[in-house]
């Protein structure tokens, strides 16, 4: 799975960097994006991508905004050792030189809470990634089916 | 050795010793190795709960007598681990082809308060159509996820709340006695034996 993901370099992902001043996080590239469809709007949508720190400095992801709900907002899943999954707000993820941050089912994830118009399979929507650098970066999030389990399959 | 000792004593404390024994075997080598001792679901046939499936229909424990079952507990407004367990479960049954016709499998919510019956065939239409999606009262909830053993906890959240719940997959056979658990986004190969190896226990009883 994971090498999967590694080894499709998706056309899917955009960077679009800020300016020039902000170095540590231009150093950012977002891979392999994707969300599940939601039904109707009631329930918090989900979406999914590999953020991938190019750069020699640490970036740290502070917050995230798109039009498509109010309450965007990473958090965390995470199942005990007796199988009991609970999810959280995951905070500032701080990514070191050269790492990638993974966000994929059962784990880190992106919650899009108070879903502004239903997500449909086959659209797309915009989200931008705020950096503590101040750094902005714009990621078109393909969205698949609700029962899609990665970025292509 | 410990064994031995143990018989000495009274039957109580022997059968206190097996029980440990037991225990151990289970935790250690069983099938049930991801389940921690005592907390191993109950028979089908000895849990008693009655629920609405998503058609309507009244069902209990002893609907899933009969068939091999795979069960688990989730609800519907669960973003990540709900949906993915759903689709690791299609996929798993379309592995399995036309046997998946001789499986009973249930999906369990533990947020009978927004999921209603409406609410779950809206949901469940969206993976494989085995799947069957189960509500009711809050109370008979309570009583299967206390059957399985499962736990699920409500947790307020800055907008509105979110459940805690059990991610995994129980696996009963025909008769209704559990055979294993399927941990959360367990891999297909590993997955799909083990449904293997609950339906052959059905076969083998059948012979």
Request: with cysteine; hydrophobic share 40%; proline share 6%.
């Amino acid at each position: 799975m994971k090498q999967m993901l590694f080894s499709v370099v998706a056309g899917l992902a955009l960077s679009l960097g800020t300016s020039a001043a902000h170095a540590g996080s231009d150093a950012v590239v977002v891979e392999d994006a994707w969300a599940r469809a939601s039904i109707g709007t009631s329930r918090p949508g989900a979406a999914y991508m590999e953020i991938r720190n190019r750069g020699e400095e640490a970036v740290t992801l502070t917050g995230l905004a798109t039009d498509l709900a109010e309450m965007p907002e990473i958090h965390r899943t995470s199942t005990d050792d007796q199988g009991v999954s609970s999810m959280a707000p995951a905070g500032d993820i701080a990514i070191a030189p050269e790492a990638t941050v993974t966000l994929e089912p059962g784990g880190l994830h992106v919650m899009l809470m108070r879903l502004q118009r239903p997500m449909m399979e086959g659209e797309s929507f915009s989200l931008t990634l705020v950096f503590s650098d101040g750094g902005e970066m714009k990621v078109e999030v393909p969205i698949r089916s609700i029962s899609a389990r990665g970025p292509e399959d | 050795m410990r064994r031995r000792k143990f018989l000495g004593y009274a039957g109580a404390v022997t059968a206190a010793g097996g029980l440990t024994l037991l225990a151990g075997w289970w935790r250690v080598d069983g099938p049930g190795a991801p389940t921690p001792p005592g907390t191993r679901p109950l028979p089908l046939t000895k849990m008693e709960f009655k629920l609405t499936d998503h058609e309507g229909q009244t069902v209990g424990p002893e609907t899933l007598i009969g068939k091999p079952t795979l069960a688990f507990f989730g609800f519907t407004f669960c973003p990540d681990v709900c949906p993915t367990t759903l689709s690791d479960i299609s996929g798993w049954l379309d592995a399995l082809g036309e046997d998946a016709e001789r499986l009973n499998v249930v999906f369990i919510t533990v947020d009978p308060e927004r999921d209603t019956v409406e609410i779950m065939e809206d949901y469940v239409a969206y993976f494989h159509p085995a799947i069957r999606g189960w509500t009711g009262s809050a109370d008979q909830i309570a009583r299967a996820a206390e059957g399985f053993r499962a736990t699920y906890e409500r947790v307020p959240t800055d907008n509105g709340y979110t459940m805690n719940h059990t991610a995994s997959v129980f696996l009963f056979d025909a008769a209704g006695d559990f055979v294993s658990t399927i941990d959360y986004h367990e891999p297909r190969e590993f997955a799909v034996p083990k449904i293997r190896r609950a339906m052959k226990e059905e076969t083998t009883e059948a012979t």
